[in-house]
């Protein structure tokens, strides 16, 4: 199996990527370890993998590198392994996989398969992107966009915690424009999720499952600074599902048409800027499961 690691993650993930290394090694499994070296190698990589016939393909990382080796698999018999050592790790608990060296080492040699659909997003640039967790239009895309990378390296998930309150006070909070399966509706954010996860294991679409054809369609009807607020407040308190203002509607299609130009993020990655259109990928992945 081929390792697609990001060497640039730091030095506390580089350690942990190296006990699992140890643990793979003892438990007798053969792989090769790439690093990458910029946005965009981890797919290239996992392209070339597919091309050289490898069985397995491993996403050491967060749900970004696991997105773009997503990405580089697509349409193949490849399988997805994942090593989970990113910050918020939102797909690797979505499916209960395992954090420890041992029992992902276990995982990836005897572990059986479970079949998820991803997420495409298909941008006005002509781009298609897929997702493996969620994509967001509204208010979390611009904490995306504006997240300082030095300060998310040096202190994780607080560093969101920091952006967060910063748009609060920046962001317009522009109306949306959406449709849903052809139905259209005016919100203040959009996120379009495959699972119940949003943020670690904070659940925003209870009724979600990765493996289910259609998106989690979440809708924010109010925008501004408090709405945001209390949202940022009611999701660590397992409230969010329920939040006044919120509606949740399961769609083969979601449109958001205008304003043109809004930041777009997947799986914690800035990926472009509105219209953008999501669906279904055309073939679901084989990820290792325990």
């Not at 607080?158 to 109306?175: C, D, K, N």
Request: charged share 20%; net charge positive.
């Amino acid at each position: 199996m081929l390792v697609i690691f990001n060497p640039a993650a730091g030095a506390r993930r580089r350690r942990r990527f190296e006990r699992v290394a140890g643990a793979l090694a003892e438990a007798g499994i053969r792989f090769t370890v790439a690093d990458t070296t910029a946005p965009g190698h981890a797919e290239a990589l996992a392209r070339e993998a597919v091309a050289a016939g490898e069985r397995v393909v491993v996403a050491a990382g967060g749900d970004g590198t696991i997105a773009e080796v997503v990405n580089g698999i697509a349409g193949s018999e490849t399988r997805l392994g994942v090593i989970p050592i990113g910050t918020a790790n939102v797909f690797a608990h979505e499916l209960g996989l395992p954090f420890g060296a041992a029992a992902i080492a276990t995982s990836l040699k005897r572990g059986a398969v479970r079949h998820v659909i991803p997420g495409t997003a298909r941008l006005a640039s002509g781009r298609t992107r897929l997702f493996v967790q969620m994509l967001g239009v509204g208010f979390d895309a611009a904490v995306v966009a504006s997240l300082n990378g030095a300060l998310k390296r040096r202190i994780g998930r607080s560093a969101y915690v920091v952006e967060t309150l910063r748009q609060i006070a920046a962001w317009p909070f522009p109306h949306l424009t959406l449709t849903l399966d052809g139905a259209p509706r005016e919100a203040a954010q959009v996120i379009a999720t495959k699972g119940r996860f949003y943020g670690g294991r904070f659940v925003l679409a209870p009724d979600a499952a990765p493996d289910a054809a259609g998106i989690s369609a979440c809708v924010f009807d109010r925008g501004g600074w408090w709405p945001a607020l209390r949202a940022g407040i009611a999701l660590p308190l397992g409230l969010l599902p329920g939040l006044d203002g919120l509606t949740r509607r399961r769609v083969a299609a979601l449109e958001v048409a205008a304003p043109a130009g809004l930041p777009v993020q997947a799986d914690g990655d800035l990926i472009g800027a509105t219209p953008v259109m999501v669906t279904d990928a055309a073939m679901p992945i084989a990820v290792v499961v325990p």
